[in-house]
């Protein structure tokens, strides 16, 4: 079990408390919109040619513990590396736990790209078996591989490439 702390941070101290705090001792730190899932959310996709140039005006700085660390100890150490009078608000959460492996899998499920062609992740079975290889017919012997951090540039490539797949021939693309 661990523990997850939250700090709010401006979008000029939210990288630097984030390293603080991985230097002082949290086992992992992300960075987030705190304004997600509202009207002022701000996505960044982080595209090639198309970078970020600063964070969100409002991050949430999500800090992992161990369940028995002395947590605060941490954030007192790390706001004060990054120049703040104090500890931001913050909350806890306890962390079971789980089967990680399954709960990221849980997340991606088959996409439909073009009548003929599903982007299906290794642990599905195609949903539409009639544009699978059936047993004896030739096989490339190859498969597309894309990763799932840059959801506009595979949809390119994997729509580019469906064009004119060879007669028979099933693609099947697997999330690295």
Known sequence: MWTSVTLQADANKAEALSDALMEAGAL??????????????????????HLPTS???????????????????????????VGLDAVPPYTTEA????????LTQSQFDPIRITERLWIVPSWHTAPDRAHTRRPGSASSGCAMQYSPGSPYSTMVVVQASSASPPFGWAQRTYWA
């Open 55 to 81: 964070l969100w005006d409002h991050s949430r700085v999500i800090a992992l513990f161990d369940r028995d660390a002395a947590f605060e100890t941490v954030l007192a150490e790390a706001s004060k590396a």
């Open 95 to 102: 962390v079971e736990e789980q089967n990680w492996v399954q």
């Open 28 to 49: 992992s730190v992300s960075i987030e919109d705190a304004d997600a899932g509202t009207e002022a959310e701000t996505p960044q996709f982080g595209e090639p040619g």
